[in-house]
Nanobody, 123 residues
Framework: QVQLVESGGGLVQTGDSLRLSCAVSGRFFNSYHLGWFRQAPGREREFVARISWSTDSTYYTDDVKGRFTISRDNAKNTVYLQMNSLRLEDTAVYYC????????????????WGQGTQVTVSA
């Protein structure tokens, strides 16, 4: 089991950038898939991006491809989400998640979650 704490959210305008960070504590950080999900008001939690524990392969939902980048720093036990060219529809609470050995876009299959950080994009 790991604990995750997100930071870096805030209020920005369309076209701006933000970098979210997620500090992960616990053992075996290197063996966890790490992901970012988001949930807008009235909507279900949805997959944004994930990074593989073993190969550093990355996966994105189509909406954010080319704009968002997920990365991990194993020395700092931290995963990042660099968000560029933000749009109004990116407004949501962003959650960091961890899952040992198995990566998936289905949030129900992720074992550990952070508390979330609000990202608000205004016109």
């Amino acid at each position: 089991q790991v604990q995750l704490v997100e930071s870096g959210g805030g209020l920005v305008q369309t076209g701006d950038s933000l970098r979210l960070s997620c500090a992960v504590s616990g053992r075996f950080f290197n063996s966890y898939h790490l992901g970012w999900f988001r949930q807008a008001p009235g909507r279900e939690r949805e997959f944004v991006a994930r990074i593989s524990w073993s190969t550093d392969s990355t996966y994105y939902t189509d909406d954010v491809k080319g704009r968002f980048t997920i990365s991990r720093d194993n020395a700092k036990n931290t995963v990042y989400l660099q968000m560029n060219s933000l749009r109004l529809e990116d407004t949501a609470v962003y959650y960091c998640a961890a899952n040992r050995f198995v990566g998936t876009s289905n949030p129900a299959q992720w074992a550990s979650w952070g508390q979330g950080t609000q990202v608000t994009v205004s016109a």
